[in-house]
C-alpha cells in the first residue's frame, strides 16, 4: 500500500475529513439526545468520553475493515420461505440493521414522552446511569461507522489517511458536542426537529441493512434510501420548522396586541 507524503494523499486527507464531518452529523445530533439521559453533572464527560473511545474503536474496526472485509460480507444465514420474504444475511447488514432499528425504538419512544410529558419545564430526568449511556453512544457510533468507513475505503487503501481522518473527525465531534447539545438544551423546540432527523436516520440504517442483506418482502426487495434523498428530507424538515415557527411567532405578536381597531364608518352627510 501507498505510504509516502504526497500532495496526493493530503488532497485525500482533507476530502475523507470533510467525508467524516458530513457523514457525522446524524452521529453528533444522537449523541447530543442520548446524553441528556445520564445524570446532569455527567453528560459532558459522557459525550467527551464516549466520542473518545469510539474514535479508537473505529481505528481498529477500520484496521479489521481493511484485512477481513471479506468476513464481513461473507453471509451468516440465507432463507427463502416462498412468496413471503427472502434474503442472505450477513455480519454487516446484521449490524446496520440492528443498529437502525435500535434508533428507531429510540426516537418513537423520545416523541411519545415529549407528547406524554405534563411539564415540559423539568427538561429529561436521567433515567439511565453514565455507563449505560456511555455504552450506547460508543456503540451507535461504531454503527455510524461502518458507512463512513467503507466509502473511506472507496477513496483509499492508506490506513494512515483514515485513520488521521477519524482523528480529526472525532476531534471536531468533541468540539461541538457540547455546543449542540446546549443549543437543543436552550432551544427546546428544535428538539422535536432532531427526534424527527433521527428516525429518518434509523429508516435510512434499516433500508440500507434490508438491502445489504438482499431483502425481498412479498416479492418487494428493499432499497436503501440514498444519501441524496436523506438530506434531501433532512432539508424539507429544517425549512418546514423554520416556516411554521416564524408563523406561530407572528400569531402569538398578534393575539397579544389584541384585537386590530374598527375603522369607523364614513360620516353620511345630512340631507
Known sequence: MES??????????GLLTLLQTVLGFDNLLYISLESKRAPAER??????????????????????????????????????IQGWAEGSVNLHS?????????????????IWHMMSVEDLHQGVAPTRSAG???????????????DSILSAMALTRVFWIMALAIIIGSAMMILLADRVASFLERN??????????????????????????????????????SKAT???????????????????KKLLRQRQAGPAPATPAAATPDP
Open 4 to 13: 509516502s507524503l504526497t500532495l496526493g494523499s493530503f488532497v485525500t486527507l
Open 43 to 80: 453528560q459532558a464527560s459522557v459525550r467527551r468520553l464516549g466520542i473518545g473511545i469510539a474514535m479508537v474503536l473505529r481505528i481498529a474496526l477500520l484496521f479489521a475493515l481493511l484485512h477481513l472485509i471479506r468476513y464481513f460480507q461473507a453471509p451468516i444465514v440465507a432463507f427463502d
Open 94 to 110: 446484521l449490524i446496520v440493521l440492528l443498529g437502525g432499528a435500535f434508533i428507531l425504538y429510540t426516537a418513537t419512544k423520545e
Open 132 to 146: 449505560s449511556v456511555l455504552f450506547w453512544i460508543v456503540a451507535m457510533n461504531l454503527v455510524f461507522s461502518f
Open 188 to 225: 427546546r423546540m428544535y428538539e422535536v426537529l432532531g427526534l424527527f432527523v433521527l428516525f429518518v436516520v434509523g429508516i435510512m440504517l434499516v433500508t440500507e441493512g434490508g438491502h445489504l442483506a438482499q431483502l425481498v418482502l412479498f416479492g418487494h426487495p428493499i432499497e436503501a434510501m
Open 230 to 248: 436523506f438530506y434531501f428530507v433532512i432539508g424539507v424538515l429544517a425549512l418546514t420548522d423554520i416556516v411554521q415557527s416564524r408563523y406561530q
